[in-house]
């Protein structure tokens, strides 16, 4: 495996038992543009490490999983003539992944969308790769449990809402689970409600969606894909960061009827309460079935397949 010099696969790579080579590498930032003017510098280094990976290891196929990370190890394999197979996460593909599509003998994509925004001469919709445990399950409806999270660094204006309407969420559920991130963890100690449940991180998000009834969360697609594996309905606040990805991967969602949306910019306590007040037994019903609909719990294995494919010719 291909990773980031500093980045946090160093640590969880090797802990999964696989070997890491690391190149220094750095994408375009598009929020601060002023912290490109070493990219110049950067991205020959880059490209030569990738040529002595792929020359080294001799590979059959090399797959990009999306980001500025795979490109030394594609654009060397491109180079070099070996088949490449791109995964893209989001509904708008990334800078890289529409770089290099072009001459991908695939791409893998992840939500209904992606297919219309890319030119590749083989799209594939095969779900992101999970872990084990994300089970389906018929969600209760009215729901009960609700599991609110937004993601491992957390979201600071979802927590800031959730904690000024803990009071109206506390009278709506049984229980509230909310998944602060490691920036929520003073958060989470302060507040307190006896049907409210905060926690700074976890690891086992498995569990906790195997006991909610509805999820409120950000755009991410790793939480998408988790969500959908299991067939919960979704609130989405998409973030506004990385020029707005999440927001189409929102609408795609909402699109496909199984979450409602709240921009950011919309969001308050009052339009919070309003949303989950307005979903009906009925309408969440309709919005678990199209969630379990999106699911790809054999995500992994359909994108073995694909590289098996292109590895024999």
């Known amino acids: 495996m291909v990773g980031r010099a500093g980045g946090p696969e160093e640590r969880l790579v090797p802990a999964a038992g696989f070997e890491l080579a690391t190149v220094n590498v750095r994408g375009l930032d598009r929020d601060a543009v002023w912290k490109n ?3 110049p510098a950067v991205i020959p280094l880059a490209l030569r490490a990738g040529l002595r990976i792929v020359d080294a290891f001799r590979p059959d196929v090399v797959l990009g999983v999306g ?8 654009a060397a394999a491109r180079l070099r003539g070996i088949p490449y197979v791109l995964h893209e ?12 599509a072009g001459a991908a003998a695939a791409v893998c994509t992840t939500l209904p969308g992606t297919e219309k925004r890319i030119r590749a001469k083989r799209v594939v919709l095969t779900g992101v790769p999970l872990r084990e ?11 009960r449990h609700l599991l609110i999270t937004g993601g491992s660094q957390g979201a600071r204006h ?9 009071d109206a969420l506390g009278q709506r559920f049984d229980e509230i689970v909310h998944v602060a991130g ?9 507040h307190s409600h006896p049907h409210y449940r905060g926690l700074a991180f976890v690891d086992d998000m498995q569990s906790l969606m195997g006991t909610a009834d509805l999820v409120v969360s950000r755009a991410g697609v790793g939480t998408i894909a988790e969500v959908t594996a299991v067939g919960l309905p979704m609130v989405l606040i998409p973030g506004t960061f990385g020029g707005g990805h999440q927001e189409e991967n929102a609408a795609a969602m909402v699109e496909a009827g199984a979450a409602v949306s709240i921009p950011d910019g919309k969001l308050t306590p ?3 309460v309003a949303t989950l007040d307005g979903l009906t037994p009925e309408r969440l019903r309709t919005m678990a079935k199209a969630s379990a609909g999106l699911g790809r719990r054999d995500a992994a294995q359909r994108v073995l397949g694909v590289l098996r494919e292109v590895a024999r010719g």
Do not use: C, H
């Not at 996460?89 to 290099?100: E, H, I, Q, S, W």
């Not at 490691?182 to 302060?190: E, I």
């Open 270 to 272: 009052e339009s919070l």
């Open 37 to 39: 003017v070493a990219l």
């Open 158 to 166: 979802l927590n800031q809402t959730v904690w000024a309407a803990l």
């Open 182 to 190: 490691r920036q929520g963890t003073d958060g989470v100690a302060r």
């Open 133 to 143: 445990g994300f089970e389906p399950r018929t969600p209760a409806a009215p729901a």
């Open 89 to 100: 996460k989001d509904v708008r593909p990334g800078l890289a992944t529409r770089m290099f």
């Open 67 to 74: 980001g500025y990370v795979m490109a030394p190890a594609i």
